[in-house]
């Protein structure tokens, strides 16, 4: 029997028995979470998601594509998965994304996703091409960064993708990132340090394949019609990222003096990121949050690249340096000592904006000190800074919940009520794959208004909405789960893209693509349910794993009490009383039990999902 989309294998490689196999992708029922985030949680949860920690053998690390991989256009993303060491106060099961060139290789070379458990006694690659597959001896390789580790694998595997990890996932900072290229990584949740504590160095992916497509006519249809509405090729939500977002004399310099060429994932028409080189210090991509040290090196461009070039190099997650970065004011503000956090100097930036410690050598030797010793986990700040924060008394931690609103990651984008309680129920920040709220809902009244939400006036410092957020922020969980699985990129899948209503929609657009190349007729609604079941598991995962409750999902006090940060931040602090009442007409909305937040038995059966229900019943924990 023919099929479509997917390849119908999924890889297993258990390190310590150095076994290798391949099971059916049908054992986890892909028409019904397709693929990436959702193939990766179906799996987790068949798995009995284990009770154990990040670190364990037993720990394990899930890499899945979806049905539009190695299709042209925004499509080639892996979606990685496990128990994310980065997160806090409690190690939870979370995602990250990653795209270059890995994602459509995994496809290419047959496989949906990949499964790694177990740990090896030696260091250890695992070379993937096509059906050959093998554990590879990687003792050569240990200790070299993430550039160095894929131009020697390189040599030995021509044009296939390298995906590794830098010197911090070898010595278990739970910051750590896996990288394809010089700037795709899978940043948050610390899942770099999950490869290094199975002492697996690097996957290498070659594949000769190609993607089956059910319906080419109709795929090739539905992109001349973007193309022809100018809407494939290329597009401003796009060209955004290919410059330093600090802005200023930075983003002028690296634009006019130092950008070689547009770059971008493999496949992908947008090509979003900017491919820069600055002699002496390195050649890479760029795009959004590499920017980090840019809004701390007073104008310095080559302050700049040094921090994104090093910080790759190393396998360090750039926004949890942009965290730290923020909450090293704490030392300007004598709340904590440098010493305390193995630095002899920190080039501060005074309330206009101007460097007090001028100089290049200032930068070099800052960053040095500051990215070397996180990399070899014997800094503070090697745990992360939300376990750094705790270490240094309640005045840093303090000081640590303004900048950080809820399970240890950075805030991003929490500028209205729908994020916050998206950040609330999530398990990480979430704000890679939800930019509707600001981007999307925010801007534009008239599109939210067209699918029945609330927006217009919910962003850029406007009044705060609690009124109907629930079902907005309900929608965007079902859109992100859907993006995460196709998968399909963040940045051109906002509810702006291809906004030509009735007839066209993102979500039109989205089951039509699907539809075309898995030969399933997915209507909206068909698709939309798939969103909303691939939510409603991931909720299951952490109400079995980590016993999640209402009680959890909620951010810092500090959020509460005053408002904090700048533009990307609410314009008043949350209303208790109003949060609280929020959050029982979302559960309600969901169908989970509002006393505790947990999943209903007629919500988990309406979803087809009466095996989920039965489990939860026989552990207690059913809503």
Not at 56 to 64: F, G, H, M, T, V
Not at 241 to 249: A, D, E, V
Not at 426 to 435: E, F, G, L, N, V
Not at 476 to 498: D, G, L, R, T
Request: some cysteine.
């Amino acid at each position: 029997m023919d099929q479509y989309g997917w390849t119908g294998k999924i890889l297993w490689v258990d390190l310590t028995a150095k076994k290798i196999s391949a099971v059916p992708t049908s054992d986890y029922e892909p028409e019904k979470y397709l693929g990436g985030v959702g193939l990766n949680t179906k799996i987790f949860w068949e798995m009995g998601c284990p009770q154990v920690d990040a670190f364990d053998p037993d720990s394990p690390l899930l890499i899945s594509v979806g049905p539009m991989t190695g299709a042209a256009g925004p499509f080639n993303r892996a979606e990685v998965c496990g128990i994310a060491p980065q997160s806090y106060p409690q190690e939870t099961f979370a995602y990250s994304g990653v795209g270059g060139k890995i994602a459509s290789e995994i496809k290419y070379a047959g496989y949906d996703g990949l499964v790694i458990v177990g740990k090896s006694d030696q260091p250890v690659y695992l070379s993937i091409v096509d059906d050959d597959v093998e554990i590879r001896e990687a003792k050569y390789l240990w200790g070299l960064d993430t550039f160095e580790t894929q131009t020697g694998l390189s040599k030995e595997y021509p044009r296939a993708a390298v995906l590794t990890i830098g010197p911090a996932g070898e010595n278990l900072c739970r910051v750590a990132i896996i990288l394809n290229e010089t700037a795709s990584a899978a940043g948050q949740g610390g899942y770099g340090a999950v490869m290094g504590s199975k002492n697996l160095k690097a996957i290498v992916v070659k594949g000769t394949g190609t993607l089956k497509v059910a319906r080419p006519d109709v795929l090739m249809k539905l992109q001349k019609e973007r193309m022809d509405a100018n809407e494939w090729l290329k597009g401003g939500a796009q060209s955004w990222g290919r410059y330093p977002l600090c802005g200023g004399p930075i983003a002028e310099e690296m634009r006019a003096n130092r950008l070689k060429r547009m770059a971008g994932c493999h496949g992908c028409t947008y090509q979003c990121m900017g491919f820069y080189d600055i002699p002496g210090i390195g050649k890479g991509a760029q795009m959004c949050v590499e920017a980090w040290y840019g809004y701390f090196s007073g104008g310095s461009s080559e302050g700049y690249w040094e921090g994104n070039i090093l910080s790759q190099k190393l396998g360090i997650n750039n926004y949890e340096l942009l965290g730290i970065m923020s909450w090293l004011r704490a030392v300007q503000y004598g709340i904590v000592d440098k010493k305390e956090l193995g630095l002899t100097s920190i080039p501060m930036i005074d309330h206009v904006g101007k460097l007090k410690l001028g100089g290049q050598k200032v930068h070099h030797d800052f960053l040095t000190e500051l990215l070397n010793g996180i990399a070899s986990g014997k800094s503070i700040l090697s745990t992360g800074t939300a376990r750094a924060a705790e270490s240094l008394g309640p005045a840093a931690q303090k000081f640590f919940n303004g900048i950080f609103p809820a399970r240890g990651y950075m805030q991003h984008h929490i500028e209205n009520v729908g994020a916050a309680l998206h950040w609330a129920m999530d398990t990480r920040d979430p704000y890679s794959s939800c930019h509707d709220y600001s981007s999307g809902f925010g801007p534009y009244a008239k599109i939210a208004s067209y699918f029945g939400l609330p927006g217009g006036d919910m962003a850029g410092g406007k009044k705060m909405v609690y009124d109907r957020t629930e079902y907005q922020t309900a929608w965007v969980q079902n859109h992100q789960s859907i993006k995460n699985s196709m998968p399909i990129c963040e940045h051109a899948s906002m509810p702006y893209h291809f906004f030509h209503p009735p007839a066209m929609d993102i979500r039109i657009f989205e089951s039509r693509m699907l539809s075309a190349v898995t030969g399933i007729d997915y209507s909206v609604d068909r698709l939309w349910e798939a969103g909303d079941r691939i939510y409603t598991l991931r909720r299951a995962v952490a109400v079995m794993r980590e016993d999640r409750t209402r009680e959890e999902d909620d951010l810092s006090q500090v959020w509460f009490e005053r408002r904090v940060g700048g533009a990307e931040s609410l314009a008043t602090p949350l209303d208790r009383a109003k949060w609280e009442a929020l959050k029982d007409r979302f559960y309600a909305v969901r169908g989970w039990n509002p006393a505790n937040g947990r999943p209903s038995r007629p919500k988990l059966e309406q979803l087809g999902m009466k095996g989920v229900a039965d489990k939860l019943q026989s552990a207690g924990r059913l809503g």
